[in-house]
């Protein structure tokens, strides 16, 4: 999510994501958990009262993984929070122009999307549960409603070859998309990738805490899970990807 509107602040208003991606590791566990709108509402009526807060970053896993609890935030909120600016995570499968229309009304002025390849066979692979086409809509959507859209990729997922990374680029320029965010597949502790990872001697056994130890931001190679690139070759392809599309998009206003 975007933050820098003012005097801002994180708030995280629910715990656990109930989807199952492969490469997304969860200390909150499967199953979501969120706070009561009023206690919310209540909240950031507080920090504006005492901080004079004007922007909230909502980091949830998944904030809009219960769309009805985001519909009754945006209808308290409208009245009890007037001016507040706010962004939160979104899910294409879940976004649609009226929920859109109604966060918008509300302040929202960003939702971000986990959106990873722009290859339907590697979406498949991570278990994303989302499409190709969901994906241009949602965008189509955010832009309608004249929101932020920042969005992130992946590259070096299992399987992940030149013609996947190719569908990613041409996605991207005929969507008009940035590639800024694009990270490395990186085999977190509890995750499918990191048994995949184990279980095909990319991580050998003897080895794990010396790895997890080593881990840091996905923005770092770690480790190569593709058969298709050597290790320099994948970082280098990272780059060629991120200037070509950059090279051959319009910013968007």
């Known amino acids: 999510p975007i933050i820098g509107f003012g005097r801002d602040i994180d708030?995280?208003?629910?715990?656990?994501c109930p989807f199952n991606c492969t490469?997304?590791?969860?200390?909150?566990?499967?199953?979501?958990?969120?706070?009561?709108?009023?206690?919310?509402?209540?909240?950031?009526?507080?920090?504006?009262q005492e901080y004079k807060v004007d922007f909230i970053s909502f980091q949830d896993d998944e904030f809009m993984a219960n769309p009805q609890r985001v519909r009754e935030f945006c209808e308290k909120a409208k009245n009890a929070l007037p001016g507040l600016l706010w962004s939160c995570t979104g899910r294409v499968?879940?976004?649609?122009?009226?929920?859109?229309?109604?966060?918008?009304?509300?302040?929202?002025?960003s939702i971000s999307y986990g959106f990873e390849s722009g290859?339907?066979?590697?979406?498949?692979?991570?278990?994303?549960?989302?499409?190709?086409?969901?994906?241009?809509?949602?965008?189509?959507?955010?832009?309608k409603f004249e929101m932020m859209l920042p969005v992130s990729f992946i590259i070096g997922m299992p399987g992940e070859d030149d013609a996947s990374c190719r569908e990613t680029v041409e996605f991207c320029v005929r969507n008009n998309i940035p590639l800024k965010s694009m990270m490395f597949a990186t085999p977190y502790p509890g995750t499918e990738l990191f048994e995949f990872a184990v279980s095909?001697?990319?991580?050998?056994?003897?080895?794990?805490h010396d790895f997890v130890m080593k881990l840091e931001d996905a923005r770092d190679f770690t480790v190569n899970l593709t058969d298709s690139f050597t290790d320099?070759?994948?970082?280098?392809?990272?780059?060629?990807?991120?200037?070509?599309v950059n090279s051959r998009i319009t910013p968007y206003p």
């Open 119 to 143: 290859s339907q066979r590697m979406l498949d692979s991570m278990k994303k549960k989302v499409t190709i086409a969901q994906m241009e809509r949602a965008a189509k959507i955010n832009r």
């Open 200 to 208: 095909t001697g990319r991580i050998k056994k003897e080895g794990i």
């Open 93 to 109: 499968n879940i976004v649609d122009d009226d929920i859109v229309g109604l966060m918008k009304d509300t302040g929202c002025v």
């Open 232 to 244: 320099a070759r994948l970082i280098a392809k990272r780059e060629e990807m991120i200037k070509e």
């Open 11 to 16: 708030f995280i208003s629910s715990r656990g």
């Open 23 to 48: 490469f997304c590791y969860q200390p909150w566990g499967r199953k979501f958990r969120g706070h009561s709108v009023d206690f919310i509402v209540n909240a950031l009526k507080l920090l504006r």
